[in-house]
């Protein structure tokens, strides 16, 4: 690895670092989205539940209903990320230090890590709990691994853009939209895949190219929103 | 000695119908400090927000170079030394991670950063959140000269210090303005500063 290229990435993995450190200190992040995807769940498994769905329309409706669960959680808990460096002032110090495209990968892996630990803590809670039979479990597996990878992504990029913003509530809402819809009709289908057992088709490369385009227009749009 | 000048002309900021620089001008070259004052709200921290390249002027131009080149905003943002009132930290980090972090960022050895913090009586093992205001205008000093700026941006550098904290950041800025090759300063504060080097001033008083 060149110079250059090894001093940038040790710029993101020191934003990397110190966002779990100060995650670990005060839980906040971990504890809204946990306590929303456990609430959800348990909500959602009380109404429905094993017996409370169709095995024929649960093939329809499950994979819709694990996807809202994990966007509204991440939804309720990832736009801190940069929202935080504006409130607490800290976002002058970065961008008096921090190289704007590191600062981003470094956010973005540290987004990624979050989504990851809630895919893990919360799939097989929902399978669980709502008797769902995954015929085929690795494509499952890819799919929460590419969806969560593009949530992770769309929501840190609108989550910087909307950092400097009045209204920052709505204006996520708004921006999230049109960003994640694709992403997520994409993971349901293939989610939906993975239970009946059909094979990916085209919703895996599409859902790849997906994250693709998000994070490099992430990379390509965020000097331009963090920086005057 | 090299060659470093800040040079800005007409620099003209407002916020929405509220004018606060209407076109200022200034030049500041090696060994000297510029002392910008005037009363709340004249404009004087933002001024050195726009020479930080934190916040973009309306108008004007900001010249800053070092060596044979003109830097442009994104690097003059990486190379400049800053304190200022708002500048924060993370409270959920000691000083010493805090400093440590930035250190990386800035892709030197916070070393000298604890240097500043041993010679102000700053204590590095504690959370930056329970810092009182004096001492984190300290900490602001030590991230301020951690990567050995030639450019120092001071926004009423001497704020809420106390007697010893004043004289020891009095000669940071002594030893800045005398010994940093290319070393210089604008230095903003409500009222005149008596400081060594203070070879311009400008009022923005109205």
Known sequence: MSPLASTWAAEALAVFAKEWRCELRTRIALNTLGLFAVTTLVVAGVSLGPLGVAKAQGSALLPVLLWLILLFSVAAGLPRAFVQEEETQTATALRLCATPSALFCGKLLYALTLVAGLEVLITPLYVMIMNLQVARPGLLAAALAAGGFGLAAGSTLVAAIIAQARSKGTLFSVLSFPILLPLLILAVELTRNAVVGDPPGMALPQLLLYDASVSIFGLMLFPVVWNP | ?206
């Open chain 2, 1 to 206: 000695m090299p060659k470093t000048t800040l040079h800005f002309e007409k620099v003209r900021r407002r916020f929405g119908r509220l004018s606060v620089l209407q076109g200022v001008t200034g030049t500041v070259t090696p060994g000297e400090a510029l002392l910008v004052t005037g009363p709340n709200g004249s404009g004087k921290s933002t001024l050195l927000r726009c020479l930080a390249g934190v916040l973009a002027p309306d108008g004007g131009q900001i010249a800053y170079r070092e060596g044979e080149r003109d830097l442009d905003i994104g690097e003059r943002r990486l190379r400049v030394g800053y304190v200022a009132p708002d500048l924060a930290f993370y409270s959920e980090l000691t000083v010493a991670e805090n400093l440590q972090f930035f250190a990386r960022l800035r892709r030197v050895s916070p070393d000298r950063g604890f240097a500043i913090l041993d010679r102000l009586a700053l204590p590095t093992d504690r959370m930056a959140g329970t810092l009182s205001s004096g001492m984190r205008q300290r900490l602001r000093w030590a991230w301020a000269l951690l990567h050995r700026p030639r450019l120092l941006l001071l926004d009423e550098p001497f704020q809420n210090l106390d007697a010893p904290g004043e004289e020891g950041t009095r000669e940071l800025l002594r030893e800045h303005l005398e010994s940093t090759p290319g070393g210089l300063a604008v230095i903003a504060n409500p009222s005149s500063l008596e400081i060594d080097r203070v070879t311009a001033r400008l009022d923005l008083g109205r």
